[in-house]
């Protein structure tokens, strides 16, 4: 019997209406001869409000019962989705991870899955029933709950086609039906990519595009996970196959594949720092011990031996950081704190990057054409990012994408 792992996002579970398709959907599936896991996430805006709720409680909420709280919403979507199933004769339970030990370490917000178990849900397919798994979450060795991580749906979808043995795994929005060469909110233009191998998509992923969460796409990389986007509604449009730069098609390699933009940046600068040796090390190890993710770092050119070091951080952690920063104030010795949360991340992801000379002086010439100024700046192999003012964001944009005639 074939095994089809789905995960299913907010919008797609938006409301009982469109549970009940997807119901219907997937009791069709089962009708021929298909074994089905489902992972659910949060319906639609319930993640962003029980995050609210939280902080109007607390600023920094313990993070342990802030996982409690926040997992919540998924769990919610697995029964109703169960319940749907059931109501059409079709065999369903919902089964939450620490039934079936999807164990995780203990950073809570954004654990990693270091295990999961197989045996009660293999028991479970074998019986005919469809597996619905809330996303997002695990359980540490404690047995407390963990979260991982704003779209950590995926990475749930992902890990259980691994060890579940699937052929791939089938990520179905409701918003998009497949992976774009830039956001078509803020571009009507964007094109859809029919292939983009792994590395451009954990690229695309970790600069801003929300299609697919970073880690997930990591985790399918490493352990060669073919991913499939399509759509809920729309069943007889294509989507868009992750998958390794090998097995793409020569006609649909890019030079520069997409442009992303992320809202949801912080820059924080510590000014009048001693620029002595280990000054560094004294500011990012408490930050990275907390589990936040530095983006772009820049030091100014000293001057009296004292100097500047900027950083870029997920707005989400900026408060988190901020605290971290002054509780080790008489370690690291610096002047002053500047927050700056008007910021974007604009970039260009590609693999033709590697053999293509150029691409970085494009991009200069055409942001200093629209007039925008770079303030940060940070390359790798495959892509090129800018720290823009978040008002020329949209405007950035359009320009990049005509430059490298992704229309």
Same mark, same amino acid.
């Given at each position: 019997?074939?095994?089809?792992?789905?995960?299913?996002?907010?919008?797609?579970?938006?409301?009982?209406? @469109?549970?009940?398709?997807?119901?219907?959907?997937?009791?069709?599936?089962?009708?021929?001869?298909?074994?089905?896991? !489902?992972? $659910?996430?949060?319906?639609?805006?319930?993640?962003?409000?029980?995050?609210?709720?939280?902080?109007?409680?607390?600023?920094?909420?313990?993070?342990?019962?802030?996982?409690?709280?926040?997992?919540?919403?998924?769990?919610?979507?697995?029964?109703?989705?169960?319940?749907?199933?059931?109501?059409?004769?079709?065999?369903? !339970?919902?089964?939450?991870?620490?039934?079936?030990?999807?164990?995780?370490?203990?950073?809570?917000?954004?654990?990693?899955?270091?295990?999961?178990?197989?045996?009660?849900?293999?028991?479970?397919?074998?019986?005919?029933?469809?597996?619905?798994?809330?996303?997002?979450?695990?359980?540490?060795?404690?047995?407390?709950?963990?979260?991982?991580?704003?779209?950590?749906?995926?990475?749930?979808?992902?890990?259980?086609?691994?060890?579940?043995?699937?052929?791939?795994?089938?990520?179905?929005?409701?918003?998009?039906?497949?992976?774009?060469?830039?956001?078509?909110?803020?571009?009507?233009?964007?094109?859809?990519?029919?292939?983009?191998?792994?590395?451009?998509?954990?690229?695309?992923?970790?600069?801003?595009?929300?299609?697919?969460?970073?880690?997930?796409?990591?985790?399918?990389?490493?352990?060669?996970? @073919?991913?499939?986007?399509?759509?809920?509604?729309?069943?007889?449009?294509?989507?868009?196959? $992750?998958?390794? /730069?090998?097995?793409?098609?020569?006609?649909?390699?890019?030079?520069?594949?997409?442009?992303?933009?992320?809202?949801?940046?912080?820059?924080?600068?510590?000014?009048?720092?001693?620029?002595?040796?280990?000054?560094?090390?004294?500011?990012?190890?408490?930050?990275?011990?907390?589990?936040?993710?530095?983006?772009?770092?820049?030091?100014?050119?000293?001057?009296?031996?004292?100097?500047?070091?900027?950083?870029?951080?997920?707005?989400?952690?900026?408060?988190?950081?901020?605290?971290?920063?002054?509780?080790? @104030?008489?370690?690291?010795?610096?002047?002053?704190?500047?927050?700056?949360? /008007?910021?974007?991340?604009?970039?260009? !992801?590609?693999?033709?990057?590697?053999?293509?000379?150029?691409?970085?002086?494009?991009?200069?010439?055409?942001?200093?054409?629209?007039?925008?100024?770079?303030?940060?700046?940070?390359?790798?192999?495959?892509?090129?990012?800018?720290?823009?003012?978040?008002?020329?964001?949209?405007?950035?944009?359009?320009?990049?994408?005509?430059?490298?005639?992704?229309?």
């Amino acid at each position: 019997m074939d095994l089809i792992v789905q995960k299913y996002g907010g919008t797609s579970v938006g409301s009982t209406e @469109k549970i009940k398709y997807i119901a219907k959907n997937i009791s069709k599936l089962t009708k021929k001869n298909k074994s089905i896991v !489902v992972v $659910v996430s949060a319906m639609a805006g319930e993640t962003d409000r029980l995050d609210k709720i939280t902080k109007k409680i607390s600023k920094i909420p313990n993070e342990k019962e802030y996982d409690q709280v926040i997992s919540s919403g998924e769990k919610i979507s697995a029964g109703l989705l169960s319940i749907a199933l059931l109501e059409i004769k079709t065999k369903a !339970v919902s089964l939450d991870p620490s039934k079936f030990d999807l164990l995780t370490d203990d950073l809570h917000s954004k654990a990693k899955i270091l295990s999961v178990g197989t045996k009660k849900i293999k028991n479970l397919l074998k019986e005919g029933f469809v597996v619905v798994v809330p996303g997002f979450q695990g359980i540490n060795s404690k047995g407390d709950v963990t979260t991982l991580g704003r779209g950590g749906s995926d990475l749930t979808a992902v890990a259980l086609a691994s060890a579940l043995k699937a052929s791939h795994c089938e990520l179905l929005k409701d918003d998009v039906d497949g992976i774009y060469t830039t956001d078509p909110r803020l571009y009507k233009d964007a094109k859809k990519i029919n292939y983009i191998s792994y590395p451009e998509m954990l690229e695309m992923s970790s600069l801003g595009s929300k299609v697919l969460q970073a880690k997930a796409v990591e985790y399918a990389n490493n352990l060669k996970v @073919k991913l499939y986007v399509k759509s809920t509604s729309k069943t007889t449009n294509k989507g868009t196959w $992750v998958m390794d /730069e090998k097995s793409i098609p020569i006609k649909e390699r890019k030079i520069i594949t997409g442009v992303t933009h992320d809202l949801k940046q912080s820059k924080i600068t510590v000014s009048g720092i001693e620029d002595v040796p280990g000054v560094a090390s004294k500011i990012f190890k408490p930050i990275g011990a907390a589990g936040i993710v530095v983006d772009m770092i820049v030091q100014n050119i000293s001057i009296d031996n004292k100097t500047d070091l900027t950083f870029t951080i997920p707005k989400d952690d900026l408060n988190k950081t901020v605290k971290i920063l002054k509780s080790n @104030k008489s370690k690291i010795n610096y002047r002053e704190i500047i927050q700056d949360k /008007e910021i974007a991340l604009i970039s260009i !992801v590609g693999a033709g990057m590697k053999t293509h000379t150029g691409i970085a002086t494009r991009m200069f010439d055409t942001l200093s054409n629209a007039k925008i100024n770079i303030s940060m700046i940070s390359t790798s192999e495959i892509k090129i990012s800018c720290v823009i003012n978040q008002s020329k964001c949209k405007k950035a944009i359009q320009y990049l994408h005509k430059e490298f005639k992704l229309d």
